[in-house]
């Protein structure tokens, strides 16, 4: 049988796929995390699925979940927060499994930036003012980051950059990025995005950290700092421009007369 990894979206319960939640509801066991995975979602399963909260659960505890429900010919839905391409801890699971011989797909979710940039109304790229999003976090209890990608090196670029897990190292953030992006530049702090407890901080870069300790803000929240965040005066995009030379295809016209 098959482990679908299913990416549950940023917390909302009806932000995730129509595929993740068709395949949840023909998967007899289902692991989350209870911590970030809303409860609502897991009424999508069989009434009569097994359900396994992996919240307290090692990686050895999980992946003997799946091959055990795997051997009894089951399909698993293994629910993750946000989208399990980033930031999701889906990469060691998945090598356990090939190792097991336990096949698996991956059915994507919205991630938790995407669901941040909604709540601020903004898209991350505009034109003439950033192309390129930079998606990142800090080292500190957690796994130390790779050679080249610490703050200060990726702050060089002037992207606009998106940090998850670093809520409790805002003023880190904060110190390692002035000196790239300056202290007028547009941030914004979106905690819990999606769910009913939502809050939206805005502010500059020198202003954000003393937002996000007043508002008491420690976990579940996605920093971005770029200029794009505050862009008003850009040029329109080519994409729609009247200017863009367009093919006319005659059958994609509405027939005359209907």
Known sequence: MTVYFIGAGP???????VRGARTL?????????????????????????????????????????LVRAHERGADVARLHSGDPSVFSAVAEQMRRLDAAGVPYEVVPGVPAFA?????????????????TVILTRVAQRA????????????????????????????????????????????????????????????????????????????????IMVGRTLGAEQFGDSHLYSPQRERERHDDCRTPSGS
């Open 25 to 65: 509801a023909s998967c007899q066991v289902c692991l989350y995390a209870g911590s970030l995975v809303p409860r609502e979602l897991l009424a999508e399963c069989p009434p009569d699925a097994t359900l396994v909260d992996t919240a307290q659960l090692d990686l050895d505890e999980i992946t003997a979940e």
């Open 115 to 131: 669901a941040a940039a909604a709540a601020l109304k903004r898209e991350l790229t505009v034109p003439t003012v950033g192309q």
């Open 143 to 222: 796994t130390a980051m790779p050679e080249g990608e610490d703050l200060a090196t990726l702050g060089r670029s002037g992207a606009l950059i998106v940090l998850h897990l670093a809520a409790q190292y805002v003023d880190r953030v904060v110190a390692e990025l002035l000196p790239h992006y300056g202290a007028d530049c547009p941030a914004a702090v979106v905690a819990f995005a999606s769910r009913p407890e939502e809050l939206i901080l805005r502010g500059t870069l020198d202003e954000i950290a003393g937002r996000v300790k007043e508002a008491g803000v420690l976990r579940t929240a996605v």
């Open 11 to 17: 917390g909302a319960a009806d932000l995730i796929t």
